[in-house]
């Protein structure tokens, strides 16, 4: 048995410590990786065998959150983990995607990752130390890899970059950047940014390279004490024979094919070719050789074009995007909804804004436990003209879903200025190429379809890039599928006229040079101002109004030590203004009330109820109020909801009254000063001091419903006062 081993480091001020030898002794190879309080466990495991008939690698990265981690229970019945929350699915691929280009694409064995958390602090994310973890697990183990790989977070706060800045540090960082790095170059990017130029983000990539060299000696160390022999990976390679007679039927009809420029009738003439190559050459070679073959034309027809003549598919040039149109305004009943369409792809984002309490409640390791910015995508098959299942999202589409949100977050107004959840639902209705780019776009002029006061257009576009093998390159501007597919790089970035706001590198080789980077974020942000310039045309700035079927939502603001007359004993009170004016009403802990209402009216009404609940009554006030009952020595008047005081019936009337209801009944309205509150609370009115000073006031008077009974010559003249609101209580239904 292997006796456990530490190796550790300083970085950003915290030890970085990897362990192995102490648990998971079967796995092929285990560690553990701690930072601060945050521990993972992570081991790699490969089937003997190769999968029988695969033709990829079968890389499996699975992350699993355990709550107790973070000394939490599972909500739900079953009080367990279940399905992996957004946050984990996104931490696996986080972890997949630096990796899989350092592996071997002819390794056919089943390879598994599985990442366990278990020591979450809430200050250092596990997501980072899970891609360290599984650098080092591979690094020791017997399986191939063009490792070691370091991973390290940048943050950029009061205009200094911060290595590995904790959660708390990360709401006041202008920048989240994830930069995974081998010794030569950067594998993998994913960031979040609050609208950050392109030069604080070049800085911030350079920074992160360098300081992931050090995680790469750490863990070259661990090797060299730890690593077991690697295992053999045979190349198998196409017959030359199958090559050479498939080269010379395809020999100049590709050239063609791909200056096509619509992608139906392109996949179309490729699909055709294929068919009359494979039927030519059934008696000669396998059908899967020849297939094999023909991508292999085609993947050196592309590049060769781009490479060589700067000529892409459709004939475009390297710069060059495809045609947009874009409207707003499609679905009649919907909050907002706009369709985005660049070239093949074609996105439709619709809009719906909810009340606060429809945030989503998150059951994960993080310090967040709900969010009110929701942004989900959805892949159809139809979108490719296939014909597949549809079940729950995968990891693609929560990956594509979460990159969007993240581009839009910096734009959203805070619950401050705009209390409504915001859910947006992107549909790609047609995919050739970069659709979680047109989610970004589709998404920000449904924002403004609907009214959201965002604070500036989102645009979004897709890089790409084709190398040579003597150090040549070309930067390609909005790729579309095959240059996806055939290309080495898929570079998203999105931001405003001002900046970035999300990026994340996807990558072929073994790592993308600095160089290479600068200038293709210096070219997607030419790419992006001119996109923006078109979606200006459909639609420059939110909407001032919401639509007319979106909730009508108020917000009152309260002394918080008024709250619990709203609540009531058990809820009562608040439920009985609910089940009164039909409105739904939050309060939060600061004294906010929301209340979202079917129609101005109702919201108003509950609005008059919770601000007569929570204002002081004050000696020498005058009210109007409703009579509620009557005694034999006086009636008692309810002047603000909930809020009763007595009128004795010597304080009745400015005359002798012999019996209460010769003057007032039950349900009258009438106006009355409050003339004591006295040390248990209790309210003494008197409608006599009303009609003494209203006898006093010359001008406009009105009556209130009890004059009618009053003797001749004595029916008063009362002027009601209307009732102040709070200078900050204001609606949402307009703008």
Same mark, same amino acid.
């Given at each position: 048995?292997?006796?456990?081993?530490?190796?550790?480091?300083?970085?950003?001020?915290?030890?970085?410590?990897?362990?192995?030898?102490?648990?998971?002794?079967?796995?092929?190879?285990?560690?553990?990786?701690?930072?601060?309080?945050?521990?993972?466990?992570?081991?790699?495991?490969?089937?003997?065998?190769?999968?029988?008939?695969?033709?990829?690698?079968?890389?499996?990265?699975?992350?699993?959150?355990?709550?107790?981690?973070?000394?939490?229970?599972?909500?739900?019945?079953?009080?367990?983990?279940?399905?992996?929350?957004?946050?984990?699915?996104?931490?696996?691929?986080?972890?997949?995607?630096?990796?899989?280009?350092?592996?071997?694409?002819?390794?056919?064995?089943?390879?598994?990752?599985?990442?366990?958390?278990?020591?979450?602090?809430?200050?250092?994310?596990?997501?980072?130390?899970?891609?360290?973890?599984?650098?080092?697990?591979?690094?020791?183990?017997?399986?191939?890899?063009?490792?070691?790989?370091?991973?390290?977070?940048?943050?950029?706060?009061?205009?200094?970059?911060?290595?590995?800045?904790?959660?708390?540090?990360?709401?006041?960082?202008?920048?989240?950047?994830?930069?995974?790095?081998?010794?030569?170059?950067?594998?993998?990017?994913?960031?979040?940014?609050?609208?950050?130029?392109?030069?604080?983000?070049?800085?911030?990539?350079?920074?992160?390279?360098?300081?992931?060299?050090?995680?790469? /000696?750490?863990?070259?160390?661990?090797?060299?004490?730890?690593?077991?022999?690697?295992?053999?990976?045979?190349?198998?390679?196409?017959?030359?024979?199958?090559?050479?007679?498939?080269?010379?039927?395809?020999?100049?009809?590709?050239?063609?094919?791909?200056?096509?420029?619509?992608?139906?009738?392109?996949?179309?003439?490729?699909?055709?070719?294929?068919?009359?190559?494979?039927?030519?050459?059934?008696?000669?070679?396998?059908?899967?050789?020849?297939?094999?073959?023909?991508?292999?034309?085609?993947?050196?027809?592309?590049?060769?074009?781009?490479?060589?003549?700067?000529? /892409?598919?459709?004939?475009?040039?390297?710069?060059?995007?495809?045609?947009?149109?874009?409207?707003?305004?499609?679905?009649?009943?919907?909050?907002?909804?706009?369709?985005?369409?660049?070239?093949?792809?074609?996105?439709?984002?619709?809009?719906?804004?909810?009340?606060?309490?429809?945030?989503?409640?998150?059951?994960?390791?993080?310090?967040?436990?709900?969010?009110?910015?929701?942004?989900?995508?959805?892949?159809?098959?139809?979108?490719?003209?296939?014909?597949?299942?549809?079940?729950?999202?995968?990891?693609?589409?929560?990956?594509?879903?979460?990159?969007?949100?993240?581009?839009?977050?910096?734009?959203?107004?805070?619950?401050?200025?705009?209390?409504?959840?915001? /859910?947006?639902?992107?549909?790609?209705?047609?995919?050739?190429?970069?659709?979680?780019?047109?989610?970004?776009?589709?998404?920000?002029?449904?924002?403004?379809?609907?009214?959201?006061?965002? /604070?500036?257009?989102?645009?979004?576009?897709?890089?790409?890039?084709?190398?040579?093998?003597?150090?040549?390159?070309?930067?390609?501007?909005?790729?579309?599928?095959?240059?996806?597919?055939?290309?080495?790089?898929?570079?998203?970035?999105?931001?405003?006229?001002?900046?970035?706001?999300?990026?994340?590198?996807?990558?072929?080789?073994?790592?993308?040079?600095?160089?290479?980077?600068?200038?293709?974020?210096?070219?997607?942000?030419?790419?992006?101002?001119?996109?923006?310039?078109?979606?200006?045309?459909?639609?420059?700035?939110?909407?001032?109004?919401?639509?007319?079927?979106?909730?009508?939502?108020?917000?009152?603001?309260?002394?918080?030590?008024?709250?619990?007359?709203?609540?009531?004993?058990?809820?009562?009170?608040?439920?009985?203004?609910?089940?009164?004016?039909?409105?739904?009403?939050?309060?939060?802990?600061?004294?906010?009330?929301?209340?979202?209402?079917?129609?101005?009216?109702?919201?108003?009404?509950?609005?008059?109820?919770?601000?007569?609940?929570?204002?002081?009554?004050?000696?020498?006030?005058?009210?109007?109020?409703?009579?509620?009952?009557?005694?034999?020595?006086?009636?008692?008047?309810?002047?603000?909801?909930?809020?009763?005081?007595?009128?004795?019936?010597?304080?009745?009337?400015?005359?002798?009254?012999?019996?209460?209801?010769?003057?007032?009944?039950?349900?009258?309205?009438?106006?009355?000063?409050?003339?004591?509150?006295?040390?248990?609370?209790?309210?003494?009115?008197?409608?006599?001091?009303?009609?003494?000073?209203?006898?006093?006031?010359?001008?406009?008077?009105?009556?209130?419903?009890?004059?009618?009974?009053?003797?001749?010559?004595?029916?008063?003249?009362?002027?009601?006062?209307?009732?102040?609101?709070?200078?900050?209580?204001?609606?949402?239904?307009?703008?």
């Amino acid at each position: 048995m292997i006796e456990s081993q530490s190796f550790q480091l300083e970085l950003g001020g915290r030890s970085l410590i990897i362990d192995t030898g102490k648990l998971a002794g079967q796995a092929n190879a285990a560690v553990t990786v701690r930072y601060g309080d945050t521990i993972v466990l992570v081991t790699t495991c490969i089937s003997p065998e190769p999968r029988e008939g695969a033709d990829f690698l079968p890389l499996t990265v699975d992350y699993e959150e355990r709550l107790y981690a973070a000394g939490k229970i599972p909500g739900g019945f079953i009080r367990r983990e279940g399905r992996p929350s957004e946050e984990a699915t996104l931490a696996g691929r986080l972890t997949d995607r630096p990796l899989r280009p350092l592996l071997p694409k002819e390794l056919h064995n089943d390879v598994q990752l599985i990442i366990t958390v278990l020591s979450a602090d809430q200050e250092n994310d596990p997501d980072t130390l899970a891609v360290i973890g599984s650098s080092a697990a591979l690094s020791t183990s017997e399986i191939p890899f063009d490792g070691p790989v370091g991973a390290i977070r940048i943050g950029y706060i009061d205009e200094e970059f911060v290595l590995n800045p904790t959660l708390a540090q990360l709401e006041n960082s202008l920048l989240d950047l994830v930069v995974a790095s081998t010794k030569q170059a950067v594998v993998m990017l994913e960031a979040g940014a609050r609208e950050v130029s392109e030069d604080i983000v070049v800085q911030a990539i350079k920074l992160g390279h360098e300081a992931n060299q050090d995680i790469i /000696r750490l863990q070259e160390e661990l090797q060299k004490t730890f690593a077991k022999p690697k295992i053999e990976v045979h190349k198998s390679e196409l017959d030359p024979e199958v090559i050479k007679a498939v080269s010379s039927i395809i020999d100049g009809k590709f050239a063609e094919i791909l200056s096509q420029p619509k992608k139906q009738e392109r996949e179309e003439a490729l699909e055709s070719l294929k068919k009359e190559l494979v039927k030519s050459q059934e008696e000669s070679f396998p059908e899967a050789d020849v297939i094999l073959a023909f991508e292999a034309e085609l993947r050196d027809e592309m590049r060769s074009n781009i490479l060589n003549q700067a000529q /892409r598919i459709g004939g475009r040039g390297l710069k060059d995007i495809r045609p947009i149109t874009s409207q707003i305004g499609l679905l009649p009943r919907t909050h907002g909804s706009a369709l985005f369409t660049r070239g093949g792809t074609q996105v439709l984002t619709i809009t719906t804004l909810g009340s606060i309490k429809k945030k989503q409640q998150l059951d994960g390791l993080g310090i967040e436990e709900t969010k009110r910015f929701i942004h989900h995508y959805n892949f159809p098959p139809f979108s490719t003209g296939e014909v597949k299942r549809i079940g729950t999202p995968g990891r693609r589409e929560i990956g594509h879903g979460a990159l969007a949100a993240r581009a839009l977050l910096p734009v959203i107004p805070d619950d401050e200025e705009f209390p409504y959840t915001i /859910r947006l639902v992107s549909e790609v209705l047609s995919s050739n190429g970069s659709t979680s780019m047109a989610s970004v776009c589709a998404s920000s002029l449904s924002l403004m379809d609907a009214g959201a006061p965002i /604070r500036g257009a989102v645009a979004g576009i897709a890089m790409g890039l084709v190398s040579g093998e003597k150090g040549e390159y070309a930067i390609l501007t909005d790729i579309e599928g095959l240059e996806d597919a055939y290309g080495d790089m898929d570079f998203k970035i999105a931001g405003t006229s001002k900046g970035i706001t999300a990026l994340q590198l996807d990558i072929k080789l073994k790592g993308i040079s600095l160089e290479i980077l600068e200038k293709t974020l210096y070219q997607a942000s030419e790419a992006r101002q001119s996109i923006l310039e078109i979606m200006q045309q459909t639609i420059s700035s939110s909407r001032p109004t919401l639509s007319p079927y979106a909730p009508q939502i108020y917000k009152l603001l309260i002394p918080p030590d008024k709250i619990g007359s709203i609540i009531g004993t058990g809820g009562k009170t608040i439920r009985s203004i609910i089940d009164e004016t039909k409105a739904n009403i939050d309060v939060l802990n600061d004294g906010t009330v929301l209340i979202d209402a079917p129609s101005a009216e109702a919201a108003q009404k509950a609005m008059n109820i919770i601000e007569g609940l929570t204002k002081e009554i004050e000696v020498g006030s005058i009210y109007t109020g409703k009579v509620s009952r009557i005694l034999s020595f006086g009636a008692f008047v309810e002047i603000l909801p909930g809020k009763e005081g007595l009128v004795h019936i010597s304080e009745l009337a400015d005359y002798r009254v012999a019996k209460i209801e010769d003057v007032v009944k039950v349900g009258d309205e009438i106006m009355v000063k409050v003339i004591d509150v006295d040390h248990l609370g209790r309210i003494n009115l008197s409608r006599r001091a009303v009609l003494q000073t209203l006898s006093q006031v010359p001008g406009d008077k009105e009556k209130d419903s009890s004059s009618a009974k009053q003797p001749p010559g004595k029916q008063p003249q009362m002027r009601s006062s209307p009732r102040p609101s709070h200078p900050q209580n204001k609606g949402y239904y307009h703008k």
